[in-house]
Every structure is written in C-alpha cells, then in structure tokens.
C-alpha cells in the first residue's frame, strides 16, 4: 500500500502525520516490511529517524533505493503546487491532505481542491490535525465546510498537543512516551490508521 501525505501549506502536523502513520503500520500484526520516504527538502522525517532508536519502520530519502517494502508513507514537501497534486493521486493508493483547522488553512485546502479538476473520492482524504482540545465546535465548522464542496474528509481526527514536540525532540513517537497526553495521542493516530485499513487495504 503506498500512501502519500501532502499539504498546502506548513505547520500542519504533514511529517508528524507520516512517522506515525508509519509507527502504526509497522507496530500492526502481519504488516511486513514498512518504508518512510522522506521527500520534504527539510527532511524532518530523517532528522527524526537519526535520532530515534526504535522506530517500527525503515526511513531513507525518497531519491534513494525504496526496496520493496509492503507498504511505503510518502512525506512530500511542505505547500505542495496544485498541479502536483494530480500525479501524486496517481501514484498513490491514497493521498493524506492534513490540514489544521484555521480559517487560513481551512480555505487554501477548499480554494485549491475545489478548483481542480475532480478527483476521485477514494484517493484522497483531508486529515484535520492541531485540533484544541476545546475546538468541538470549530472542528464542526470545518466538517461542514469542506463537506459543503464534497470534500472528502477523515472521521479520525488528530488533536494538538505538547507530547508531540517532547516526543520528537527524543527521537520517539507517542506510542514511546508515557503518560496520559501520550497514550491519547497514539490513540488519535491509533484510529486514523484502523480507518485507513479497513477502507484502502
């Protein structure tokens, strides 16, 4: 299965988004051999890998020799050209639009999507990401908003929280941490991937 994350714009959660997917993937019972290409000019995704020791899956740059992994997470970079998109769709198995919950984030994602041409529903999804903890009723309005473009989006949804940055200066994923901020995060991530493989594989 080959799954893309892209964005319109950056600080959206985008490579967070693709090492945990990937954690999840490789911590899943019979997944086989998991890949994260690192195709973002920053690299995050390697600069994480350097540090960590217990990743669940393999990372290398998205120039270098993939293999043959039996599934591969694709981190592209930051504020992705419409036009890209596309060829993106078409090589992937699914493409993750991860996108917060501002009005500015909120509206790139609607203004470029709904100005191409239609894309097939089933290969892309919007992942809203950075959600507070009391945005109940702004994460509604956003559902309602990218619903009313049929937009196809995510019923996961990945909530903000300070575990992220602890885990990431350690070299960790969330699964890796203790407490109770981190076991809710995995398990944001935890169903976003449930979703994914009851649905793509």
Known sequence: MIITIASFKGGVGKSTTAIHLAQYLGTRRGS???????????????????????????????????????????????RTEPEKLLPLIEGSDLL?????????????????????????RKSYRVLLTMIPSRGESREKQAREALQAVDIPVFKS?????????????????????????????????KKLGQEIIKEWH
């Open 157 to 189: 949804r990945i909530q903000s929280r300070i575990v992220y940055a602890d885990a990431e200066l350690e070299g960790r994923s969330v699964d890796q941490m203790r407490g109770v901020s981190a076991k809710s995060a995995w398990d944001d991530y």
């Open 32 to 78: 086989g051999l998991v890949v994260l290409a690192d195709g973002d000019p920053n690299h995050s995704a390697l600069s994480w890998g350097n540090r960590s020791q217990s990743a669940q899956f393999k990372i290398v740059d998205s120039n270098d020799d993939l293999g043959e992994p039996d599934h591969l997470v694709i981190d592209t970079p930051a």
């Open 96 to 120: 993750i639009l991860p996108t917060n919950i501002s009005p500015f984030s909120l509206e790139a994602t609607i203004e470029t999507l709904v100005n191409l041409p239609k894309l097939p």
